[in-house]
């Protein structure tokens, strides 16, 4: 019964639920399948998210920025950029998206995210690109472009930080390895990281190619009868 969190989020996802109502919903049930009182719940779930309104004040405070932003045109102005470089592959610009966000959060740069720079910038970005070189895009395919945009995001993000030795998830697993009294240095888990980080890159390479090859044949005109 501790586990049914992970079972309503996922059912959550599968539904499309709000994602925001389905991890709530996901953390309350964890607390009462611990044998927690409802209230005891709620109160747990507040007290953390105070703890930790660190990391979450920036998400919060993005929002509204990134909305204004989007109201007077940073979508359009990021399509007109893409258009005046003449640019015509969707899958190069979000490869070069991911390129740069991989190097820059390795060193401890965080500047990116999916609501800060896919939703706002790369992903308009792209599909200015693609639609450079095939015309208007059929909504399957400005769909699929904006799915390896947030594909980008994640490996850039996610195998890019385990290189910089300050980040979080690094520091949890240099905890957990201390509390198994086993002796991993930072500096031994960001050298293996690399090769991980490496992989995923070159995996994102065969897929934004893939991409521009699918829209490619999505695009190509019917044979005449």
Known sequence: MKLV?????????????????????????????????????????????????????PVVLALPVIGLLEYYGLREQAKTLVRKSGTKSAGRVILAYTTFRQVAISVGINIGGHAGMVRPLVAPMAEAAASLGHGELPPQVVEDIRAMAAAGENVGNFFGEDIFVAVGAVLLMKSFFDSQHLDVSLWGMALWGIPTALVAFGTMVWRTRRLDRRIARAMKPPPRA
């Open 5 to 57: 969190g992970v079972a309503i989020v996922i059912v959550g996802f599968v539904l499309r639920v709000n994602p925001l109502l389905a991890v709530i919903l996901a953390a309350v049930a964890t607390g009462l399948g611990a044998g927690e009182s409802l209230n005891a719940a709620v109160a747990e779930l507040g007290r953390l998210f105070v703890d930790n309104r660190i990391a979450t004040l």
